[in-house]
């Protein structure tokens, strides 16, 4: 007898409607505790719009959100706030605060702890720092004065700041180079399995797939069609999805995908 996978994050019958455009009408999503995550889908299918629905900056019309055994649309305030130390999101570009300096940007959920002073903040901002892959210097520049793949971490050294059971990244690999973007790729596969994290990642990225994916779920008909590892995904028989993970990008990331396991 297969044991059931412990869940972080279900999802039930979810409705989003903008006017009389809808882009989810009866998805159904399950992310399992530990695992990478990779949320794909062609342009309009609403992946952002999923991340944002399970943390709770869009108000879907039906269904049900629970993460970590809560259900977000119902909870009471104080039950949520108690439920959002619990995760960091990373959205495109590190979404920083451009009058902050990176330091300051890590420690801003920290003060949400009121037993944190001022110097403990610091502290625990600069690990943040660290862990995201950044130098120390880094912390007293601003944002304008980073390049596009270290405003990325330090966005997502934000993220971290509350010691969070799950991240949601948002396109965390989008507009970086090759190289940039590769290791971002292995620093999200380090942090998880050091860190025991759940990580709910919208990409379009096939090298970030390949590389840091426990599973993956596509996006198409306004739900999800399909969850399932790579290997599966190849030999899934849908249009798009086997355009997708067959035409000539793919093929490219291939490669690269069989020396890392190798």
Same mark, same amino acid.
């Given at each position: 007898?297969?044991?059931?996978?412990?869940?972080?994050?279900?999802?039930?019958?979810?409705?989003?409607?903008?006017?009389?455009?809808?882009?989810?009408?009866?998805?159904?999503?399950?992310?399992?505790?530990?695992?990478?995550?990779?949320?794909?889908?062609?342009?309009?299918?609403?992946?952002?719009?999923?991340? $944002?629905?399970?943390? *709770? &900056?869009?108000?879907?019309? +039906?269904?049900?959100? !629970?993460?970590?055994?809560? @259900?977000?649309? %119902? =909870?009471?305030?104080?039950?949520?706030?108690?439920?959002?130390?619990?995760?960091?999101?990373?959205?495109?570009?590190?979404?920083?605060?451009?009058?902050?300096?990176?330091?300051?940007?890590?420690?801003?959920?920290?003060?949400?702890?009121?037993?944190?002073?001022?110097?403990?903040?610091?502290?625990?901002?600069?690990?943040?720092?660290?862990?995201?892959?950044?130098?120390?210097?880094?912390?007293?520049?601003?944002?304008?004065?980073?390049?596009?793949?270290? $405003?990325?971490?330090? *966005? &997502?050294?934000?993220?971290? +700041?509350?010691?969070? !059971?799950?991240?949601?990244? @948002?396109?965390? %690999? =989008?507009?970086?180079?090759?190289?940039?973007?590769?290791?971002?790729?292995?620093?999200?596969?380090?942090?998880?399995?050091?860190?025991?994290?759940?990580?709910?990642?919208?990409?379009?990225?096939?090298?970030?797939?390949?590389?840091?994916?426990?599973?993956?779920?596509?996006?198409?008909?306004?739900?999800?069609?399909?969850?399932?590892?790579?290997?599966?995904?190849?030999?899934?028989?849908?249009?798009?999805?086997?355009?997708?993970?067959?035409?000539?990008?793919?093929?490219?990331?291939?490669?690269?995908?069989?020396?890392?396991?190798?």
């Amino acid at each position: 007898m297969t044991e059931e996978p412990d869940i972080a994050i279900r999802v039930r019958g979810l409705v989003n409607r903008f006017g009389t455009h809808t882009v989810h009408d009866g998805l159904d999503l399950d992310v399992r505790r530990g695992e990478v995550l990779g949320i794909v889908g062609g342009s309009g299918t609403g992946k952002s719009v999923l991340l $944002r629905s399970i943390v *709770g &900056l869009v108000t879907p019309a +039906a269904g049900t959100v !629970e993460v970590l055994g809560t @259900d977000v649309r %119902t =909870a009471d305030g104080e039950t949520r706030r108690e439920l959002e130390m619990r995760w960091g999101v990373m959205f495109q570009d590190g979404a920083l605060f451009s009058s902050l300096t990176v330091r300051e940007n890590v420690e801003v959920p920290l003060k949400g702890i009121p037993s944190l002073d001022a110097d403990l903040r610091r502290h625990l901002a600069n690990m943040k720092i660290a862990i995201a892959g950044l130098p120390a210097k880094a912390g007293d520049n601003y944002p304008a004065e980073l390049s596009g793949g270290m $405003r990325k971490r330090a *966005g &997502l050294a934000r993220a971290l +700041a509350l010691d969070p !059971e799950i991240v949601f990244l @948002d396109e965390p %690999t =989008a507009g970086l180079d090759p190289i940039g973007a590769s290791a971002f790729d292995d620093l999200i596969r380090q942090l998880s399995e050091t860190l025991g994290l759940t990580v709910f990642l919208v990409t379009h990225d096939l090298d970030t797939l390949h590389a840091c994916c426990d599973r993956i779920a596509v996006l198409a008909e306004k739900k999800v069609l399909v969850t399932g590892t790579m290997d599966h995904m190849l030999q899934v028989d849908h249009p798009w999805v086997h355009e997708y993970f067959h035409g000539p990008r793919a093929r490219a990331a291939q490669p690269a995908r069989d020396d890392k396991k190798g």
